[in-house]
């Protein structure tokens, strides 16, 4: 046994351990020791990967599926992830209520239990639908991005279409009333892409986001069809509306609408609820917007003056 | 065995591992085979996620814990958090010391192994104060952001709670005088949240990061109560003094100073180790301020004029 | 069994299989179900790990090797990434020359093994250069970073060190006509890092990113040695040519061409094909360019009026 291993076999002070074991009784935000139904991420992620390999397949998941075997492929697929669907929305449902692992005779129980299998089958429903909106958000990347080679480059490889992917299946399951798991969907892709859209904003057809990372996509903000966002750019919110006891009132539409054929490039910060970019703008690199933009326009900030000067510090000046 | 098998096992030239063996051994800057004691990314890991489940205990790790099993169930994470501890503590102390593997009776190992446990054992004494600092951070994000709908979807998915619970954790371990570990747990925080806070750095009370993708919080940055910080925000360093030789200087207050209650926005970049934001300021969006503000002022960029002009490019334009 | 495993269980509807199916067989963008040769994500990031043991021997991978068991260990890790690199290459090049599993027989085939081992020898050869270029990155990084206390820690945990790892192993693969694998591996960096570099980029010595969330540089983008940029800048395309068809051109040179001894600061934004940084340049913090700036010049915006007011909200205000 190592010297490491036997320090962790001193026994650790039994005041350390009732000031932590008090520390957690005291503090009930920081707690769910008793909760039997939170969300488990990684079931999460399986389901979003198994949800993957129906949307693209054979580029993730399964390959060399002969066209008669497409069929039982497919409906395993679908089985699968209708079983993950069901076991975590109905572990949100469970949460929400607060509905712990000894309450199983809770007349609330069979109701998160059909509100579940309501939601994971009106799922699977749309997954054609979902399927038909990645094709064109695809074609949208290789159209936007001169350095792509094929469509197949930006399924492989692209952050945007990994997180537009997360996005669409998060905002299918948002709508159709599952609590949390739409967020932690689009916080799982936010982690992988450094893209941070939230499931409930809107966002419609062709829509590419290059590069990605520092974008950010608020929860009431509005997208048209044939959208491109480059890197950084912000749809967020000017500044909260509290109530008389200076609580931020949440639900209000606080983010911007974007119109349909829209380019916005990196860095751009466009903000409030109120602000809407017409069809057909150009909005270029870091301009600051907290106005609405008449359609059929380009912006850019006025050019700062550069300031120049001698680089005396040079090698050799 | 497939034809790619049978590529690697095809003998590598002779000439091409000499040449390869030589660059190892002449290029002693990125070469550690003979150290046996480099801290351990996974176990480091390993050990973030057990803090995790002791300061947010049910959100992560076991759950369905009994009231009475709760002292047990505490008691088991500590042992196992501080036998992690000691073990990385123990591994970057040998490794800064130099002490290889075969050098079991250096006197030095016997100071290592002391110092590791008292580091170790101080640090399960301040996870109480971590704790209650984090449950502060997380309602803290809950009040700054109109989109959250409970505190638990803070700790379950916000990047900014995953980073400032990491920084915390990698500050006690910094002050207790852990070399290393420290910058390497905010690194791998870093990584998961595009949120990159040094260790060093001193944050007060209610610390909320929005988003996060590209905040910069520099090694001598100070951080008031109350603090507010939105995605793109760099805390920095101006320039950077050198000695005669053309060296950096090391370790001098290079970042800046926040007061209390200060919101500031996205991508504002401020930077220089005399720079003080004072109390209840508000920095806007894209500021980049390099000289200190009194407190209570809003500060915001003269708005740069826009230019518009008609798309021509535009669809039917 | 519990009733989230029976919800699994029961029959996805025939109607939703075949409405599933026809939108996969309908949409040949999206289904690569057929094809046996795709990259395999999981195997690049597995090469790219024994990349980086043999570039970082103990630093990354097995440690205790002694002197004599060098060769030995050398061997055995080339042996390794030639069967890595030869099988993904392969994988690669049947997928764009569409080759089959079925196509065993197909002359091509014989073309792509020999191209595949053709590239994964040359691969090989060049690891003691890429060392060697690694080695003055690292310096770079330790140089250019006050708060850096070794280079080891610049190798263990900077984001900008394995970023520049992951671009220099994909550009030699690049250059040695590998296609798609040098995008996986540069995309697989950025997820891990923030940091989004074209594997075509074509960068000098001693280069430096700190920090480095949000870098972007481009497919055409040259940079000369000893440049170190900070996190946000973006070396970006101003616009896409388009033929008369409306459709962007591809393979022009799009992006900046960077000079020696150049330093870019936070969030710069330098875009052109024909914007020249000239040697000895500073480009300070959140500049827009897009013009070229001759050498030995410091370059800052016109300091943007600041208006402040009191902040009424502040508590005592």
Known sequence: MSSSDRSGQEGVSGDLVSRVASSILNEPRTERLGEA???????????????????FPGFFGPRGVA????PAHVETLLSRIRAH??????????????IGPDQADNPLCARCDAESRRIADAFLERLPELRDALALDVQSAYDGDPAAAHT???IICYPGVDAVFAYRTAHILHELGAPLLPRIICEQAHMRTGIDIHPAAKIGRSFFIDHGAGV????????????KLYQGVTLGAKSFPKDERGRVIR???????IGDRVTIYAGAVILGGDTIIGDDCVITGGV????SIPPKHIVRQKKPELVMRT?????GA
Do not use: C, W
Not at 85 to 98: G, H, K, M
Not at 311 to 315: K, Q, V
């Open 37 to 55: 139904a939170l969300p488990d991420r990684h079931r999460i992620e399986e389901m979003v990967e198994l949800v993957r390999h129906l949307v």
């Open 67 to 70: 066209k008669d075997e497409l």
């Open 85 to 98: 669907a069901y076991e975590q929305i109905r572990s949100v449902l469970r949460y929400v209520e607060d």
């Open 152 to 154: 197949d480059e930006t």
């Open 216 to 227: 950010v996509i608020g929860q009431t903000a509005i997208i048209g069809d044939n959208v």
């Open 251 to 257: 639900g209000q539409k606080r983010h911007p609408t």
């Open 288 to 291: 600051f917007i907290t106005d």
């Open 311 to 315: 680089n005396r510090e040079a090698s």
